[in-house]
């Protein structure tokens, strides 16, 4: 069964900086698709920025385009989203998700909090 478990969320200040680790087990991560999603209390989950299965295609919202980075590294089954000049609307809990065809998995999610 394969297994997401994100990491790197916590506190930081406006304007910090923040990298999330997303660890893939389970599945053959480097076929996947990988997206980042966000979700607060009370919306829809949003999604924050997607890779393509060998990382030559990114998309982002249009929201952290130019402060967030999406990457990955398949030798090491891990996502990584490098987070910038964060803001405290980007404040929300953090999940990762590996897509192919109708097979998906989810993250437990990680809290970021954008707090002076």
């Known amino acids: 069964q394969g297994q997401l478990v994100e990491s790197g969320g916590g506190l930081v200040q406006p304007g910090g900086s923040l990298r999330l680790s997303c660890a893939a087990s389970?599945?053959?991560?480097?076929?996947?698709?990988m997206t980042w999603y966000r979700q607060t209390p009370g919306k829809e989950r949003e999604l924050v920025a997607a890779?393509?299965?060998?990382?030559?295609?990114?998309n982002y919202a249009d929201s952290v385009k130019g402060r967030f980075t999406i990457s990955r590294d398949n030798a090491k089954n891990t996502l990584y989203l490098q987070m910038n000049s964060l803001k405290p609307d980007d404040t929300a809990v953090y999940y990762c998700?590996?897509?192919?065809?109708?097979?998906?998995?989810w993250g437990q999610g990680t809290q970021v909090t954008v707090s002076s």
């Open positions: 389970g599945f053959t991560f480097s076929v996947y698709a």
């Open positions: 890779i393509s299965s060998v990382g030559g295609s990114t």
């Open positions: 998700n590996g897509a192919l065809g109708r097979r998906s998995y």
